[in-house]
Structure formats: structure tokens, C-alpha cells
């Protein structure tokens, strides 16, 4: 190996070990054990584990409604992030909103709560991304977090920045996987 390729890998190592325990690198690990999984995450649009065409990007695209029960009473705000399970190594974000009011339980199809706030996903547009499965069958997540204090950051921060601040404030969450079929 080359000495740049030998500096690169001493330098890539511990940036990788880190975004890795953040949760960025590696799919979107956050709060590995940190965070309980006290949160019940459900969707009347989730049939045996699979979603309708409709929430992706071989239908509509609208994002699909969600419900939550049990976070904890010390919860300030609540953060929903839905992500790609199978992303290879950079996590694939759909969308991530945060500042959910605490008493807020449900996300309505194709609506944003009152007052919350997107960071971006993937794609790098504080919106809704729709699932996109290619070649069969994918698999997602739906995770809630409860966070300890509001993360008022701006709408269309990055998502690393958004990950970092959801990761530092959780103190619970649910996480509801999904299939999708193209």
C-alpha cells in the first residue's frame, strides 16, 4: 500500500469509528442501548409488516400516516426518523422531522405536524422522500424518539447535524419496521 493510501486509513479509521457511534456510518444505529424501546410505532396504512405502493415511489408518494403511544411523561419533544434498514453503508434517510409537539400521537398521511420541522434526507430536501424499493422487497424503519428537550434547529438542517442533536436528546423510542415491494 501506497503511503497516501496508509495516511488516508489512518485518518478514515477513527472518523468512520465515530460517524459509526453516532450512527452514521453503518445505517442509522442511533442510541444503540441508549434510548429504550418503550414507544409503540403503528400505521393503519401497514399490512403484515408491508406498505402500499402508494407511500412510494411506484405510487403516490405521500407519506404514509403514523401513531405512537408511550413515550415517556419527562418527554419535551418527540423526532420521527424513517430510513432505509438495507442501506450497504451510508444510511439512506426518507425523512426526518423533529420539534414534534409532546402531546402530538399521530402524523397524518401526507401532512407535517403543527410547528415541527424537516432536516433534510438523503436526497438533501427537507421533505418527505418517498420509499423506493428496486428489485423486490425492501425494508425500512419507522422510529420515534423522545427527546428531553426541543432540538430548534432550522428547518432543512443536514442530517448528520439533525442525527446528532436527535441522538444527544433522546431518552426513549419505538421503531416500527417496514417492507416495501416494487
Known amino acids: 500500500m501506497s503511503r497516501a493510501g496508509r495516511t488516508a486509513m489512518v485518518v478514515a479509521g477513527p472518523l468512520l469509528a465515530t460517524l459509526a457511534g453516532c450512527g ?4 442509522p444505529a442511533l442510541l444503540q442501548g441508549d434510548a429504550p424501546d418503550i414507544i409503540t410505532v403503528t400505521s393503519s396504512a401497514v399490512t403484515r409488516g408491508t406498505i402500499p405502493a402508494k407511500y412510494t415511489c411506484h405510487g403516490a408518494g405521500v407519506s404514509p400516516p403514523l401513531h405512537w403511544s408511550g413515550a415517556p411523561q419527562d418527554t419535551k419533544t418527540l423526532a420521527v426518523v424513517i430510513d432505509d434498514a438495507d442501506a450497504p453503508i451510508t444510511p439512506d434517510i426518507n425523512w426526518i422531522v423533529f ?38 422487497e425492501h425494508s425500512y424503519r419507522f422510529t420515534v424518539y423522545a427527546l428531553r428537550s426541543a432540538l430548534s434547529l432550522r428547518n432543512g438542517t443536514s442530517t448528520k447535524t439533525a442525527w446528532a442533536a436527535i441522538a444527544h436528546a433522546a431518552i426513549a423510542r419505538g421503531r416500527l419496521p417496514v417492507n416495501a415491494k416494487s
Open 99 to 136: 420539534d414534534i409537539d409532546r402531546t402530538t400521537t399521530d402524523i397524518e398521511q401526507g401532512q407535517l405536524p403543527p410547528g415541527a420541522r424537516q432536516a433534510d434526507n438523503s436526497a438533501g430536501q427537507a421533505v418527505y422522500n418517498p420509499l423506493c424499493p428496486r428489485n423486490g
Open 24 to 27: 452514521l456510518v453503518g445505517g
